[in-house]
């Protein structure tokens, strides 16, 4: 926890970044518990980036991430709406292509100093 | 004698304010002695507000009451601002067709925008795709923060319709920078803004920033419907309205910033 993410950007510093490039672009996936899911398409409905979707039968749908997906920011809005805690971001976005990852660490709760 | 106060005058000053507190039957929370918050300690109301916090994208269909609104905006009134220049004014637009007209000049701009600096509409290797990137890296260096890739793919979803400007909220409020402020003074609409989304927070209500707001800037009908006019302009907006499902149930985590924490001639590292 005491130690900073130390990554390097993987191109020269006056390179700009490439977008749709997902070594230069990248986009951390949220993890999703489907067992923990019920379907009840909050997480689709509130995500800023548009990138869950819900599949299965429709008795028993649960969420998914689409398999095309750009620009989940990891702000945890699906984690907040999320009743059953069953999705969540744990790594922030990294523009690798752009520069560096610079002062941050892992994710954590609010703490009770 | 001197007469500069010393820290014990200033202590029973505060024993003074505590007592006004009292006659007037208001609670001094924030006056507590140095030891009142053990190690630990439960979250107070201001920072249980400050952690349940989220950006509202999805509202219900239900106006908030206006003096409701006017509760917030007294809280941005009460801001701290560099040299107390208190350099915003407000705009409070509750009129469906308006925000309408608002959104549709937004998504206008970034069809537009999409459409000269999107390099990602078409395929590698392709001539318009090299043709729009260098183009696209042109702006980039001279606007670094504006075309980085998360307003770039946020710009794209807008042009398809696939995300609102304005979040189909309610009422929108746009914040105005007064351009003569001290120092900073988009620093201070920041402020103001946090004052107003955290009361609205602590009032079950929902909000988010909306910095393409910006985009109004270039429609001068527009400017004039809202009324604004030099010296000031549109820094930004609230969208503000009743959130879809319970957003604030749990506190979410959050990466963990580098603190340097400089105490007894040693410096730390602390995240």
Same mark, same amino acid.
């Given at each position: ?113 | ?95 469906? +067709?308006? $925000?309408? *007209?608002?959104? %549709? ?6 069809? #537009?925008?999409?459409?000269? /600096?999107?390099? =990602? ?8 795709? +090299?043709? $729009?990137? *260098?183009?696209? %890296? ?6 670094? #923060?504006?075309?980085?890739? /998360?307003?770039? =793919? ?118």
């Amino acid at each position: 926890m005491n130690d900073a993410i130390v990554k390097k950007a993987v191109v020269d510093a006056d390179h700009l970044p490439i977008w749709d490039d997902p070594r230069e672009a990248i986009y951390r996936k949220v993890t999703i518990d489907l067992d923990k899911c019920d379907g009840c398409k909050l997480c689709v409905v509130v995500c800023p980036a548009n990138i869950l979707e819900l599949f299965g039968p429709k008795d028993n749908l649960k969420a998914r991430l689409k398999t095309d997906f750009t620009g989940c920011m990891s702000c945890n809005n699906c984690y907040a709406v999320c009743a059953g805690q069953g999705i969540f971001a744990t790594e922030p976005y990294d523009f690798a292509g752009y520069y560096e990852q610079k002062r941050i660490s892992e994710f954590a709760f609010p703490r009770n100093f | 004698m001197s007469d500069v106060l010393e820290l014990e005058d200033l202590e029973d000053l505060e024993c003074e304010l505590e007592a006004a507190d009292a006659k007037a039957g208001r609670t001094a929370r924030r006056r507590t002695a140095i030891h009142d918050i053990e190690p630990g300690a439960a979250w107070n109301d201001v920072e249980h507000a400050i952690l349940t916090r989220r950006s509202i994208r999805k509202f219900k269909g239900r106006q908030v009451p206006a003096h409701m609104i006017r509760r917030i905006l007294e809280m941005g009134r009460f801001a701290p601002s560099q040299g107390n220049c208190q350099p915003w004014s407000f705009v409070v637009v509750r009129d469906k +067709a308006m $925000i309408a *007209e608002m959104e %549709q000049y937004c998504v206008a701009v970034c069809k #537009n925008m999409t459409a000269s /600096v999107d390099y =990602t509409n078409y395929p590698p290797g392709s001539e318009q795709r +090299a043709a $729009i990137m *260098e183009n696209t %890296q042109k702006l980039n260096r001279a606007s670094p #923060n504006s075309f980085h890739p /998360v307003p770039m =793919t946020a710009i794209k979803s807008i042009a398809n319709g696939r995300f609102a400007v304005f979040h189909k909220a309610p009422t929108v409020i746009l914040i105005l920078v007064e351009e003569r402020g001290v120092g900073v003074p988009e620093v201070d609409i920041g402020v103001t803004g946090t004052n107003i989304v955290l009361a609205a927070q602590s009032l079950g209500l929902g909000t988010c920033w909306v910095g393409f707001s910006r985009l109004l800037s270039s429609n001068a009908a527009l400017l004039e419907k809202l009324g604004v006019a030099p010296p000031f302009e549109i820094a930004e907006a609230i969208c503000v309205g009743y959130p879809i499902g319970n957003p604030t149930q749990q506190t979410v985590s959050r990466q963990t910033h580098q603190i340097v924490w400089w105490e007894g001639g040693e410096k730390q590292i602390l995240y």
